[in-house]
């Protein structure tokens, strides 16, 4: 069965950072693309960077240009968000996706795993 689990989130201040990991289980980390997506209060779920499975391709969504950094550990089985440079509107919900799709559209992914609360403080 696949799992994911996500970790890692906590209170931050603005300006500071957080990795957050992604888990998986019955299923190799590179056997899929692996996409982190996050919620905020009140808002629609959003596809923010992705790591293809086949190769070490990766996309961002434009807000987290620059400040994120998706990698993958194939031996630890995790893939890993490095967050700098946070900003009040990055809090939210994030969680991780596995799927065949490379990309952020949520609803191509496969399987969903528990999200981790990222808040930034101001």
């Known amino acids: 069965e696949v799992q994911l689990q996500a970790s890692g989130g906590g209170l931050v201040q603005a300006g500071g950072s957080l990795r957050l990991s992604c888990e ?3 299923f190799h980390i590179d056997d899929y693309a692996i996409m982190w997506f ?3 209060p009140g808002e629609e779920r959003e596809g923010i960077s992705c790591i293809g499975g086949v190769d070490n391709s990766t996309y961002y ?6 400040r994120f950094t998706i990698s993958r550990d194939v031996a630890k089985n995790q893939v890993y968000l490095q967050m700098n440079s946070l900003k009040p509107e990055d809090t939210g919900v ?3 996706a596995a799927g065949q799709y490379f990309g952020l559209v949520l ?3 496969d399987y969903w795993g528990q999200g981790t609360q990222v808040t930034v403080s101001s």
């Open 24 to 26: 998986g289980s019955g």
């Open 38 to 40: 996050r919620q905020a």
């Open 61 to 66: 969504e434009d807000s987290v240009k620059g």
């Open 94 to 96: 994030y969680f991780c």
């Open 107 to 109: 609803d191509r992914y």
